[in-house]
């Protein structure tokens, strides 16, 4: 038997589309469209790629895309200097600083200083604090865009599955581990000094990988039709682009699987869109856009 493909890109087409009906009404009632800024620190080009799709993406959902670019070597203070100016900015709804940055400048000091209302990425220590107590949040994309496609392939049935995820970041994998709880799995969470990560994914119902490594997850890992959503981006010496899923050989044992490209990658960007858009109708005593 061969898994059933998750197509990442066309549910992301179809939330892009949702997050843009939602938008005209925004705009109409509220005579202003959502925006979204995104801030670069650096040259690095693979940074640069998403940051243009990502405001490709926005302008197309028919919100306004501000880029705001700063060279690599700036200091911690400019960048807190810019994050609160895009905080005080009634225009702006949504604050995204593109992660790595730049080594002198301490990444939880800047993501502290967002705005919680307008944190998209929901990496801010409130959004964090209030998805794991169960409170409204702004939730991070990459784990939500996952959440969705696993609600849609289980017909909303996730209770009582075994998940495991592989990685612990604060970013993907902890977040990633409150959601399926919220959705009533039970969650293992695996990472480094896990001492047999191949007997927990061969358990698992649903195996989420986020750890960063080509091929990691091997094929006879995962449990005849288990669910394997691959988070990895990890670009080859040769420039292909893969997951950390040894996908050819996970395929053919996996009931449902995400491909890279097309999986979960595009589903982080419509995500972003989304939370971009519901920060935007909370700030403005608006009631929270449904169906997304
Ligand atoms: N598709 C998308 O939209 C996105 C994709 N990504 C991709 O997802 C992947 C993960 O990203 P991110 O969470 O930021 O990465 P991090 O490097 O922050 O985290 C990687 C995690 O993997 C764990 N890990 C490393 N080696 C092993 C091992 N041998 N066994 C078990 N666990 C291990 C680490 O454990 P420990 O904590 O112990 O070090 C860590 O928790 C990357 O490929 C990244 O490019 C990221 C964001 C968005
Ligand atoms: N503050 C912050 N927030 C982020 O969300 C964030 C970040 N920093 N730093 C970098 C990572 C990575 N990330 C991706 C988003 C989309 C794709 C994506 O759309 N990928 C396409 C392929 C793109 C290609 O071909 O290069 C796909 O998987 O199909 C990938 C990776 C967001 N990140
Ligand atoms: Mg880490």
Same mark, same amino acid.
Request: net charge negative; with cysteine; aromatic share 2%.
């Given at each position: ?17 949702? !997050?843009?009906?939602? !938008? ?11 925006? #979204? ?19 490709? *993406? ?7 895309? !501000? ?67 169960? #409170? ?24 009582? #599955? ?34 047999? !990560? *191949? ?9 989420? *990988? ?83």
């Amino acid at each position: 038997m061969t898994a059933r493909i998750i197509d990442g890109k066309a549910r992301a087409a179809a939330l892009r589309a949702d !997050v843009a009906g939602h !938008v005209t009404h925004f705009a109409a009632r509220i005579g202003r469209a959502p925006g #979204l800024a995104v801030v670069l620190v650096g040259e690095d080009p693979a940074s640069g790629v998403y940051v243009r799709s990502k405001g490709k *993406a926005t302008r197309e959902a028919g919100m306004v895309s !501000v880029e705001r670019r700063l060279p690599a070597d700036i200091d911690e203070w400019a960048l807190l200097e810019l994050v609160s100016e895009l905080n005080a900015d009634p225009a702006i709804d949504g604050i995204l600083v593109q992660l790595p940055l730049p080594s002198q400048i301490d990444a939880q000091a800047v993501i502290g200083a967002i705005d919680p209302a307008k944190d998209v990425d929901g990496f801010h220590p409130v959004n964090a604090g209030r998805l794991a107590t169960g #409170l409204p949040a702004l939730v991070p994309c990459t784990p939500l865009g996952c959440l969705m496609l696993l609600r849609e392939a289980y017909d909303g049935k996730l209770a009582g #599955l075994d998940a495991v995820v592989v990685g612990r970041s604060n970013i993907v994998g902890k977040p990633m581990a409150q959601l399926l709880l919220g959705d009533s799995c039970t969650v293992t969470i695996a990472h480094s000094r896990t001492r047999d !990560v *191949a007997a927990r994914v061969r358990s698992a119902d649903i195996v989420i *990988a986020a750890v960063g490594i080509p091929h990691f997850i091997a094929g006879d890992w995962i449990k005849p039709g288990a669910t394997v959503i691959d988070v990895g981006i990890n670009r080859l010496p040769d420039g292909r682009l893969v997951g950390d899923v040894d996908y050819a050989a996970a395929v053919e044992v996996a009931g449902a699987i995400t491909p890279v490209p097309g999986g979960v990658g595009p589903m982080t960007i419509a995500c972003l869109l989304r939370n971009t858009l519901v920060a935007a109708c909370r700030r403005e005593g608006l009631p929270e856009p449904d169906g997304l």
